[in-house]
């Protein structure tokens, strides 16, 4: 069997889910779910237009999930960094940090910096 005739037709883009999690950060009341969905719907970026997602970006939300599916191609890096920027805006980036969380980095994560470790070293 060929590489050539495992592949789909040409032309046509798979989609692409991405997932983050806020559970932690939302339990711990110290972001709201609705506002960052709300910044990502306003921020997306697509055809050159901030907030005109079209039929092609899709939001929704679960609890204290978002997930965002896209028709074309989406980088999880620009997903990332408007995650970032969401959370610089509300104050809370020095706490919290975005991590890929699965083995094939489609869920992104946002956890607590373990700030255990850097009590020990300024007691010098």
């Known amino acids: 069997m060929s590489k050539g005739s495992a592949a ?3 032309g046509k883009k798979k989609g692409v889910t991405f997932t983050i999690d806020c559970s932690k950060p939302v ?6 779910i609705a506002s960052l969905e709300k910044f990502l719907q306003e921020r997306i970026k697509v055809g050159g237009k901030a ?7 899709t939001l929704a939300r679960e609890k204290s999930k978002i997930t965002v599916t896209s028709d074309g191609a989406f980088s ?9 920027k969401y959370l610089k805006k509300h104050n809370v980036r020095d706490w919290l940090r975005v991590i890929a969380s699965n083995k094939d980095r489609t869920v992104y994560e946002l956890r607590y910096f373990n700030i255990a470790e850097n009590e020990g070293e300024e007691e010098d």
Do not use: F, S
Not at 27 to 32: F, G, R, S, Y
Not at 76 to 84: N, V
């Open 8 to 10: 789909g037709p040409k």
């Open 27 to 32: 339990e711990d009341k110290i972001m709201d």
């Open 51 to 57: 907030g005109a997602l079209g039929e092609t970006v």
């Open 76 to 84: 999880k890096r620009y997903l990332k960094y408007l995650t970032k």
